[in-house]
């Protein structure tokens, strides 16, 4: 059996495969970070090259936060019930791990994201790792398995567009079969029936 199976059995169960006192203190030290922090490798290596990760010129981790939880409102100054208003108890539509992927594309505009992983999470934040490609580099461009990110403005905004992992499920495109009708071509084709 191969490290990346071990490091693989560890991140499946990280309150049982970790010690608490090395996961408190990576949670302290993040949460110091900024919002976006570029990291030189990832933490995760098994998940980062599962989803296309190369230790290569052009491939950039960045780590990221997003609040956990419902989505925060601001409070409306009319007139209504405070059960009317709006503002507890909604979900978005949209993944927190979606809008952890869109904030990082829209910091890093020269980059495509190609995919993104769960790393930890505390009271408050989730913390991702995004893996994000330069589709203008040479080394991006000459990699055979990489170099569709560079090839016309097909691939452009792919975070916005639901292309990513996450963006796929949160479409519903994963299931298929019997109850998965609505959800090809896309949701906006069928009028939103599908989920």
């Known amino acids: ?35 976006f922090q570029r990291v ?8 980062a090259r599962r989803l296309g990760y190369k230790a ?7 780590r990221t936060r997003v609040r956990r939880g419902g989505l925060r409102k601001g409070k409306i100054h009319m007139k209504r019930k405070p059960s009317k208003a709006g503002i507890k108890k909604i979900t978005m539509a ?26 930890g999470e505390d009271g408050k934040n989730k913390f991702y790792e995004v893996i994000l490609l330069d589709p203008s580099h040479p ?9 569709w990110v560079s090839e016309g403005n097909s691939h452009s ?20 079969g019997k109850g998965a009708e609505k959800l090809r071509p896309s949701l906006k084709a ?6």
Do not use: C
């Not at 090395?22 to 949460?31: K, L, T």
């Not at 030189?40 to 998940?47: C, E, G, L, S, V």
């Not at 080394?139 to 170099?147: R, V």
């Open 190 to 195: 069928n009028k939103n029936r599908g989920k």
């Open 157 to 176: 905004g792919r975070a916005f567009r639901g292309k990513t992992g996450a963006g796929k499920r949160g479409r519903g495109l994963l299931n298929k």
């Open 94 to 119: 949209k993944s927190i791990q979606r809008i952890a992927e869109e904030r990082v594309s829209r910091r890093y505009p020269n980059l495509e994201v190609l995919n993104s992983y769960w790393v």
């Open 40 to 47: 030189h490798r990832p933490t995760r290596i098994d998940a």
């Open 139 to 147: 080394a991006i461009i000459a990699d055979k398995e990489l170099s």
């Open 1 to 35: 059996m191969g490290i990346a199976k071990y490091v693989r059995e560890t991140w499946k169960k990280p309150k049982s495969g970790m010690p608490m006192l090395h996961r408190r203190d990576r949670m302290a030290s993040w949460r110091k970070d900024p919002v």
């Open 56 to 62: 290569k010129q052009g491939v950039v981790i960045v």
